[in-house]
């Protein structure tokens, strides 16, 4: 085969496809926590300033812990009812006012959780070599499941039914599974080495077959940042991991791009970053402080505002972020969240082509255009599907950027201004007008962004 689409077709047949998305997935998520009185104030202080919110994703469902990191979910896969009272009417009174709620969960328990210890009398957690449980301190103690133990894995499917899905959940980040400990001793008797890249899979089955076997599919999904050959039949959406809430090149805004075009060139046919990063520090006494400012969360919003998922991210240190929910930020969220939402027919179609042919709906142009060098070396720009050409500003302080054009005629979705293609073009890009682009010559040409 020649076509490099072609052969992600025949990769994808034989690894998997995700599923459609559900309706609220094309929307704005809208990551917060803090509790139901904070949640609802919130997002009446929200809509009262327009902003549209389509569903809320509330990691602290379970509860929260403060650590050494900073503000974490409590890792018990339950809802606290004082944070949340009577959770699952919280989720049904958010569903009538439109708004779909989304939690978080991961293979693991905090010592001394309620499941935890019924996991630790069960036998599900896996072994260190003396036989013993194994402690991981991520930083608290926790231990992890043992997905080779048919009982721990449906106990663990059981609780997702009962306590998430049955709950009102309408989706969840389905976190970790890339990190069993190649000591670790297994219920099956495979060796932990061996199994290492086959768990974060069968945690994905593991989610996938709570949502299919409750009657979901469609209306439920999570998001996963782990995988291997085969997870990408079970995960529908991915993410590109815990980016610094900071500028630098290999860790923060501008590692997103290059990792989601690496993603969907191994398969991950769907996926997304999210909205203003995730890991933030401050070391007083060294002065040393990694934060968000304005300028880069308003770059980050412009950037995943032309991704599958618009998903905002509080970080690991809420209370020292500036959050998209601000007073200053709320006419900007509030636009491009718009934007997003007005794509949607587009992103429809492009997820259809991904579940379909196995296509990445975020594209590197080396995909359509493989006849094309210029495109080769290309990592800060990409395509949305086939027609809609997205250039970020990821640099602090940089007012353009530049784009290669490829063939064709190509029209700014926010300007007007029409580019011819085969060349490079040093695009203005003030903050509020990203560098994006349809081609004209395709079926979507009339696309209006706004």
Sequence with gaps: MDNPLDLLEDFTEK???????????????????????????????????????????????????ETKLGSQVYWNWKADESRYPNFKMFCLKMRQRGVRVLGYNNPFLMKGSELYETALERGFFIKNQAGEPYLLEMPDEVYMLDLTNPEAFEWMKDIIKENMINQGLAGWMADYAEGLPWDAVLHSGISAQEYHNQYPVDWARLNREAINETGNEGFIAFFSRSSFTGGSQYTPLYWAGDQMTYWQKNDGLPSVVPALLSSGMSGMAINHGDIGGFASFTRMKGRIKITRSEELLKRWIELCAFMPVFRSHESVLPDENLQVYDPEMHEFYARFARIHQRLRPYLEAQVETASVKGYPVIRHLYLHYPDD???????????????????????????NVEVYIPPGEWRHLLTGEVFSGGLKYNVDAPIGTPAVFVNIDSKWKGLIIE
Excluded: F, H
């Design 373 to 399: 060098k210029n495109t080769y070396d290309l990592q800060n720009q990409y395509l949305l599907g086939e027609d809609v050409l997205v250039a970020p500003v990821v640099k602090k302080g940089m007012r």
């Design 15 to 65: 690894n998997g496809r995700p599923p459609a998305l559900p309706k609220w997935a094309y929307g704005n998520v809208l990551g917060i926590q803090g509790g139901k009185e904070v949640v609802v104030k919130q997002l009446d202080v929200l809509k009262k300033a327009k902003v549209p919110v389509d569903a809320i994703w509330i990691q602290d469902w379970c509860g929260k812990r």
